[in-house]
């Protein structure tokens, strides 16, 4: 993310749910930002924690169904990343308890990355795959 925290249209892959994913996580991130900008993570931080969850729930299960449907070749890394994220978010969540502002921070930038990194590289590489395989 460059800092703007605007949503640009080349974010779009045309797959209407993977467009609805990207969104959904951009706005927790945005919303994040925000929240520790004015101080109020502690306020929001259980709607942070309630979106991931749904995020990774909803998401990153059904971005699996469709890797495994169109045979996907590298399913076990791509798995092996959204275990890691799901990892690190129950953890942000112990850290939560001890430490507010830090864990909001150091989650922030971890959320940030996810979005760079896994969003808009890994994901957008496997939404080709799936594109040419007529998904
Ligand atoms: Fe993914």
């Given at each position: 993310?460059?800092?703007?925290?605007?949503?640009?249209?080349?974010?779009?892959?045309?797959?209407?749910?993977?467009?609805?994913?990207?969104?959904?996580?951009?706005?927790?991130?945005?919303?994040?930002?925000?929240?520790?900008?004015?101080?109020?993570?502690?306020?929001?931080?259980?709607?942070?924690?309630?979106?991931?969850?749904?995020?990774?729930?909803?998401?990153?299960?059904?971005?699996?169904?469709?890797f495994?449907?169109?045979?996907f070749p590298t399913i076990k890394q791509h798995?092996?990343?959204?275990?890691?994220?799901?990892?690190?978010?129950?953890?942000?969540?112990?850290?939560?308890?001890?430490?507010?502002?830090?864990?909001?921070?150091?989650?922030?930038?971890?959320?940030?990355?996810?979005?760079?990194?896994?969003?808009?590289?890994?994901?957008?590489?496997a939404?080709?795959?799936?594109?040419?395989?007529?998904?």
């Amino acid at each position: 993310m460059d800092g703007k925290y605007t949503w640009k249209a080349d974010y779009n892959t045309g797959i209407k749910f993977i467009d609805e994913q990207q969104q959904y996580f951009f706005n927790i991130v945005s919303t994040l930002k925000e929240n520790l900008s004015t101080g109020v993570c502690k306020e929001s931080a259980s709607k942070i924690f309630f979106s991931l969850a749904h995020y990774a729930e909803h998401y990153l299960i059904q971005e699996e169904i469709y890797f495994k449907d169109y045979h996907f070749p590298t399913i076990k890394q791509h798995k092996d990343l959204h275990k890691e994220f799901i990892r690190r978010v129950i953890q942000f969540q112990v850290d939560y308890e001890t430490d507010v502002v830090e864990t909001c921070r150091t989650m922030l930038d971890y959320l940030e990355e996810w979005f760079d990194n896994h969003i808009l590289k890994y994901d957008k590489k496997a939404m080709d795959y799936l594109k040419e395989k007529g998904l």
